[in-house]
Antibody
C-alpha cells in the first residue's frame, strides 16, 4: 500500500526550530517528486516546497514565505522526507502535509500540526 | 507568481444538482492544473490532473476542462459525500499555487 506518514509536529516558541519527517512506503521513493504543503487554521492550502526526484538530483524549490528558513531533504536509505524549519514565526502555525507527485499530488499523508506560540 | 482565483468561494446546493466551479489564472500556462477535494479534518484528495484527466478511483460524475487561464470542475449530480471544499492548483510554474477554495454546502 502506498502510504505517507508525517511526524515531528508540536508546540515551539517563535524563533525556534523543528524538524518534520515523512515516512514513505509502497513505492520507489527516489523516482518521485515530493512536496510539503501546509494549511493554517481555517485557511486554504499553501505549497511550502519540493524535492525533485533522483533523475533531477533531488534539487529543491521553495515558496518565498519560507525560503532561507526552511530546508527540505531526503534520506533515501530510510525512504524519508524531512522539513527542517528554523526561525519559526507565528504565521507558520499550520497542519503540514507531505505529498507525492510531479504533475499532481496523488498521495498525501495525514498531516502533522505545528503550533508556533509563546 | 501565478495567482489562481476560484469562484464561487461558497456555494449551497442540493443532492442531485449539477455544480460548476471555476478557476481563473492570472496568466496563461499549460495544462498542469489539478483539482482536489478536502473534507474537514482530512488530507486533500486528488480528483483531476492535467486539467481533465480523472484520477483512478474517482467517480465519473467529476470532470474537468479548460486551458490557458480558465479551468472548470463540474460535478454532474451532487452526492451527499461531495459536500466538501474544493481547490485548484497549478503545477506548471514555481512557486506552485493553489486557489482559495470553494466550499460546497448542503442547501
Amino acid at each position: 500500500e502506498v502510504q505517507l506518514v508525517e511526524s515531528g509536529g508540536g508546540l515551539v516558541q517563535p524563533g525556534g526550530s523543528l524538524r518534520l519527517s515523512c515516512a514513505a512506503s509502497g513505492f520507489t521513493f527516489s523516482d518521485h517528486y515530493m512536496d510539503w504543503v501546509r494549511q493554517a487554521p481555517r485557511k486554504g492550502l499553501e505549497w511550502v516546497g519540493r524535492s525533485k526526484n533522483k533523475a533531477n538530483s533531488y534539487t529543491t524549490e521553495y515558496a518565498a514565505s519560507v525560503e532561507g528558513r526552511f530546508t527540505i531533504s531526503r534520506d533515501v536509505s530510510n525512504n524519508s522526507l524531512y522539513l527542517q524549519m528554523n526561525s519559526l514565526k507565528t504565521d507558520d502555525t499550520a497542519v503540514y502535509y507531505c505529498a507525492r507527485g510531479r504533475l499532481a499530488m496523488d498521495v498525501w499523508g495525514q498531516g502533522t500540526t505545528v503550533t508556533v506560540s509563546s | 507568481d501565478i495567482q489562481l482565483t476560484q469562484s464561487p468561494s461558497f456555494l449551497s446546493a442540493s443532492v442531485g444538482d449539477r455544480v460548476t466551479i471555476t478557476c481563473r489564472a492570472s496568466q496563461g500556462f499549460g495544462s498542469y492544473l489539478a483539482w482536489y477535494q478536502q473534507i474537514p479534518g482530512k488530507a486533500p484528495k486528488l480528483l483531476i490532473y492535467a486539467a481533465s484527466t480523472l484520477q483512478g478511483g474517482v467517480p465519473p460524475r467529476f470532470s474537468g476542462s479548460g486551458s490557458g487561464t480558465e479551468f472548470t470542475l463540474t460535478i454532474s449530480s451532487l452526492q451527499p459525500e461531495d459536500f466538501a471544499t474544493y481547490y485548484c492548483q497549478q503545477l506548471n510554474n514555481y512557486p506552485l499555487t493553489f486557489g482559495g477554495g470553494t466550499k460546497v454546502e448542503i442547501k
